[in-house]
C-alpha cells in the first residue's frame, strides 16, 4: 500500500520471482552445497588412489562449478531479493526486520564461502601439499553447507513461523517446526542433485573408463541422498499443519488436477524407490550410464527440486507470513480499518484515491494492482482475464466476496462495498478486451 | 499504512554505521573490478606492440574476476542494511525504476560471462581470433560502465520525494534529478585510481612475479593511471559538489570532504615521487584509504541531509549560493528538519526509518 505498483511484462511477477529463485535454487543446491562435496570427495580419490585422471576430472568439475555459481548463481541470489522487491515490497520490508541478524550472519558467511572458493579453486595448482589445498576444500564444503543451515531457518519461517507469532521473537521465527526436516530434505536433494550434475558433465570432463567410475561414484550420492529425502520429506509433511495440507494437491497440480495428487507422501516413497533402485543398479554397473539415463536424473531431481519450492512457496499461502501478512501485501491487522475506509484511501500511489462516479473502472484496476497483482496477471500467467473476464458484474463480485472461503489459498477481498463493485466491473471488462483484439 | 510497524532489528544509528562500513568494503572492490576491466583494456590495447603489456593485461583481469566475486557478495550487506535504514524511500525508487533495476541482473551476469571468457581466452583464444577475443573484453567493459548508471540513478532518486512522486521512468530520473552524472564521472575516476593503487602495490611487491624490468614498467603503468585519475578528481570533484541538490552541503560534510581532498593530495605528492624513483605507494595507499573513508561519510551525510530537507528545495542554486557564503546557517543545518518527516508514515518504525520528506501522493 505504500509503495509503486509493477508488474513484470508477459509472465508477470510471481513467475519472475519463481524462474529466478529456481535457476538459483537449483545452481546453488547442485554446483555449491552438494557440488562442494562431489569435487571434494573426487579430489581426495585422487590423492588416496594416486590416479591422477581423477584429480584432473576433479578440477574440471571444479571449475565448471565455480563459474556457474559465481555468475548465475551469485546473480540470481541477488535476484530473488531484486525481484521480491518489485513485486512484495511491503512482505520483503517486514521479513528483513524480522530476520535482519539472520541474513546478517548468513552475509558473513556467504563472503567466507566465496573467500573458501576462491581460495579452492584458484590454488588448485599452487599446492605441493595436496592434502592442505584438500584442507581448503572441506573449508568451503563446511560454509557451503552453514548457507543453507541459515537461509532455511527463514524459508521455514514464511510457511510455519510456529512461536513467532506468539512472542516475536527471532529464535522462535528461526527454529520453527519445519526447519529441521526442510534442512534434512534439502541436504538429499543437493547430494543428490550435485551428483547428476558431475555425471552430466562427466559426458564432456571423462573419457568413458573414467565415466564409469564417475558413475559408480556419484551412485553412492544417490545412496546417500535416498534415507535423508525420506526422512526429511515424510517429516516435513508430518509437521505441516492441516490446513497446509490440503492445499498440497493444488500446488503440486493445480487447482484442475489436484484430485490426482492426493496423496503427497506416495510420491515422496516412489522417488526415494527410484533413486533407491538406481543407486543400487548404478553401483554394480561397469560400463557408464547411457547419456539419456543421466539428463533424465537430472531433469527428474530439478522437477522433484522444484515441486518441493513449488508447494512451499504454495502451501504458505494466504499469507507471506502466517497470521501476520497476506500474500498481497495487506496486514491481517489492518483487515477492519480497511474494510471500513476502502484501501484506496490508504493507497499511497494508487491512481484512484475513491471509486467516484464515472472513474470505477479506473478504481476497479487500482484495487486489482493492490489485491491481485501480486499473484495473477491479467492475460498471463494465473491471468484473471481467462478465469472471470466477460462473466457478469455481478457473478464476480459475489464471488470476490467469499473467494477466501470458496479456494483457502486466497485471502479475503479487503475493502468497501463500492471497492468490490468497481474491482469486478474492472475484471468483468478483461476477457471483452481480449476479444475486442482478437476480432480486430 | 505501512509495513514497518515492526520494530527495527537494529538501533538507526548502528545500521547507518554498519551501512557506511559496509558500502566502502563493497564499493572498493567495485572499483577495483571497473577500473580493473578497463585498465586491463588498456594494457591490452598497448600490448599489441608490447609483449609485457599483454602479458600484464592477463594478469590483470585474472585479479578482476576474483575481485567482482567479492564485490557481488560484499554489496550483500549494504543492500540489506539500506533496505532496513531507508526502507520507504529506497524501495520506493526501486520500484519507480523497476525494469532498469531489475536490469542489473542480466547485465551483471552477461557481463561476467564474457569477462571470464576474455580472461580464459588469454589463454590461446586471443592468438587465434584477437579481434574477437578483444571485442568480449571490451563488451564485458560496456556492460560495467551501465550498472553504476542504474545505481546512481536510484540513489539519486530516493533522495527526492518530490520527484518520486511525478513517477519518473529510468530516463527521466537519470537526466533529471540529482547530479547522477557529475556522480558517475567521480566513481569511473576513483575507480581508475584505486586500480592504478592497487596495481602498484600487487605487482610491484617484493614476491611479484613479474621479472625486474616488467615490473618497473608495470609499476609505472599503474602509478601513470593513478596519478592521472586521481589528479582529474580535483575536477571532478567540485563539480559533484556544485551540482549537489540543494541542502546536501552541510558543515560536517564540508569537513569531511576537506579532509579527504588533502589526504587526496598527499597521495598524489607520493604518487608523483614513486615516478621519480623514491617508492611512496604504501603511503600514498594509506592516504587514499583516508579519503576513502572520508568521502564514503561525507557522502552518507549529504544523504541523512537531502532526506531531511523540504521536498521543493530542489536545484544548484542555493548550494552555490552557500558556497559562496550567502546561505543562512537553517540552510546549512537543514531547513525544516522534521517538518515533513512521518506524514502519511504512522508507525513508529516508519518514523525512525524514515524522516525524509514525505512522497507527496502522485
Known amino acids: 500500500m505504500d509503495f509503486p505498483y509493477f508488474e513484470f511484462p508477459l509472465i508477470g511477477n510471481r513467475w519472475l520471482i519463481a524462474l529466478i529463485a529456481s535457476l538459483h535454487v537449483v545452481i546453488n543446491h547442485s554446483a555449491a552445497i552438494g557440488g562442494s562435496l562431489v569435487v571434494v570427495l573426487a579430489e581426495r580419490r585422487g590423492l588416496l588412489t594416486g590416479d591422477a585422471r581423477w584429480d584432473r576430472l576433479a578440477y574440471k568439475l571444479a571449475f565448471a562449478f565455480f563459474i556457474l555459481t559465481t555468475t548465475l548463481g551469485a546473480l540470481t541470489g541477488v535476484g530473488i531479493w531484486f525481484s521480491v522487491m518489485v513485486s512484495q515490497p511491503a512482505g520483503l520490508a517486514a521479513l528483513l526486520r524480522i530476520f535482519f541478524w539472520a541474513w546478517f550472519l548468513e552475509w558473513i558467511v556467504f563472503v567466507v564461502e566465496v573467500a573458501m572458493v576462491l581460495a579452492y579453486f584458484l590454488s588448485w595448482h599452487a599446492f605441493t601439499d595436496r592434502r592442505k589445498h584438500l584442507a581448503l576444500g572441506w573449508a568451503y564444503v563446511g560454509t557451503s553447507f552453514l548457507t543453507m543451515v541459515i537461509v532455511t531457518g527463514i524459508l521455514g519461517a514464511m510457511l510455519t513461523p510456529g512461536q513467532w507469532l506468539v512472542d516475536r521473537g527471532f529464535w522462535g521465527a528461526f527454529f520453527n517446526p519445519t526447519y529441521l526436516p526442510q534442512l534434512i530434505l534439502r541436504s538429499g536433494l543437493a547430494l543428490a542433485l550435485a551428483a547428476a550434475l558431475a555425471q552430466l558433465l562427466g559426458r564432456w570432463f571423462a573419457t568413458p573408463d573414467l565415466r564409469a567410475e564417475l558413475d559408480r561414484f556419484c551412485a553412492r550420492f544417490h545412496l546417500a541422498a535416498v534415507p535423508l529425502l525420506a526422512v526429511g520429506g515424510l517429516w516435513y509433511l508430518a509437521v505441516l499443519p492441516e490446513q497446509v495440507k490440503r492445499l498440497i494437491p493444488a500446488a503440486l497440480l493445480t487447482t484442475r488436477y489436484a484430485a490426482w495428487a492426493q496423496h503427497a507422501w506416495l510420491w515422496q516413497v516412489a522417488t526415494c524407490l527410484a533413486l533407491a533402485g538406481l543407486g543400487v543398479w548404478g553401483l554394480r554397473r561397469t560400463r557408464p550410464w547411457p547419456a539419456p539415463l543421466v539428463l533424465a536424473v537430472f531433469i527428474g531431481l530439478v522437477g522433484t527440486l522444484g515441486a518441493f519450492e513449488r508447494v512451499r512457496e504454495f502451501v504458505r499461502k494466504p499469507y507471506i507470513i502466517p497470521g501476520y501478512m497476506y500474500a498481497n501485501g495487506i496486514r491481517v491487522a489492518d483487515v477492519p480499518m480497511l474494510a471500513r475506509d476502502g484501501v484506496l484511501k490508504h493507497a499511497r500511489w494508487a491512481g484512484e484515491p475513491a471509486v467516484v462516479p464515472g472513474r470505477e473502472r479506473q478504481a476497479g484496476r487500482a484495487v486489482y494492482e493492490l489485491q491481485c497483482a501480486a499473484c495473477h496477471t491479467l492475460e498471463g500467467p494465473n491471468g484473471l482475464g481467462p478465469k472471470v473476464g466477460g462473466m457478469p458484474q455481478a457473478a464476480i463480485a459475489g464471488f470476490i466476496g467469499v473467494q477466501h472461503q470458496v479456494h483457502p489459498f486466497m485471502p479475503p477481498f479487503v475493502g468497501t462495498e463500492a471497492e468490490k463493485l468497481a474491482l469486478a466491473d474492472y475484471l468483468a471488462s478483461l476477457r471483452a478486451a481480449a476479444t475486442r483484439e482478437a476480432t480486430r | 499504512m505501512t509495513p514497518l510497524d515492526l520494530p527495527l532489528p537494529i538501533p538507526l544509528a548502528a545500521a547507518k554505521f554498519l551501512l557506511v562500513a559496509a558500502f566502502l568494503l563493497h564499493i572498493v572492490f567495485v572499483n577495483l573490478m571497473v577500473g580493473g576491466t578497463l585498465v586491463a583494456l588498456h594494457a591490452h590495447w598497448r600490448g599489441r606492440r608490447d609483449p609485457v603489456m599483454l602479458d600484464f593485461a592477463a594478469r590483470l583481469i585474472s585479479t578482476v574476476t576474483v575481485h567482482k566475486s567479492l564485490a557481488v557478495v560484499l554489496g550483500v550487506a549494504p543492500l540489506l542494511l539500506i533496505s532496513v535504514a531507508y526502507t520507504v524511500p529506497f524501495y520506493t525508487s526501486s520500484l ?174 607520493m604518487i608523483a615521487d614513486t615516478l621519480r624513483g623514491t617508492e611512496r605507494m604504501g603511503r600514498a595507499a594509506a592516504l587514499l584509504v583516508v579519503t576513502i573513508v572520508c568521502m564514503g561519510t561525507a557522502r552518507h551525510l549529504i544523504r541523512e541531509a537531502l532526506l531531511q530537507r523540504p521536498t521543493d528545495a530542489w536545484g544548484p542554486g542555493p548550494t552555490i549560493a552557500r558556497i559562496a557564503g550567502v546561505g543562512s546557517v537553517d540552510d546549512f543545518v537543514g531547513r525544516g528538519r522534521g517538518d515533513h518527516g512521518d506524514a502519511g508514515l504512522e508507525a513508529p518504525g516508519a518514523a525512525q526509518a524514515y524522516r525524509g520528506g514525505a512522497i507527496p501522493r502522485p
Open chain 2, 96 to 269: 519507480l525504476i523497476a525494469p532498469a533495476w531489475l536490469s542489473v541482473l542480466w547485465l551483471v551476469t552477461l557481463a561476467f560471462g564474457l569477462l571470464y571468457a576474455y580472461k580464459y581466452g588469454f589463454d590461446g583464444w586471443h592468438r587465434r581470433q584477437p579481434r574477437l577475443h578483444a571485442t568480449t573484453g571490451v563488451l564485458g567493459g560496456l556492460c560495467l560502465l551501465v550498472i553504476p548508471l542504474i545505481y546512481l540513478t536510484n540513489t539519486q532518486l530516493m533522495l527526492d520525494a518530490g520527484a518520486m512522486a511525478r513517477r519518473p521512468g529510468f530516463f527521466q530520473a537519470m537526466l533529471g534529478v540529482g547530479n547522477v552524472f557529475p556522480r558517475y564521472l567521480h566513481f569511473l575516476l576513483a575507480s581508475l585510481a584505486v586500480t592504478g593503487f592497487w596495481v602498484t602495490l600487487w605487482w610491484g611487491r617484493a614476491g611479484s612475479p613479474l621479472t625486474p624490468a616488467a615490473r618497473g614498467q608495470v609499476v609505472r603503468f599503474g602509478a601513470r593511471w593513478a596519478l592521472a585519475a586521481t589528479g582529474l578528481q580535483f575536477i571532478a570533484g567540485p563539480i559533484v559538489l556544485f551540482t549537489l541538490p540543494a541542502g546536501g552541503l552541510t558543515g560536517p560534510v564540508a569537513l569531511f570532504l576537506a579532509v579527504g581532498v588533502v589526504s587526496g593530495l598527499g597521495a598524489i605528492f
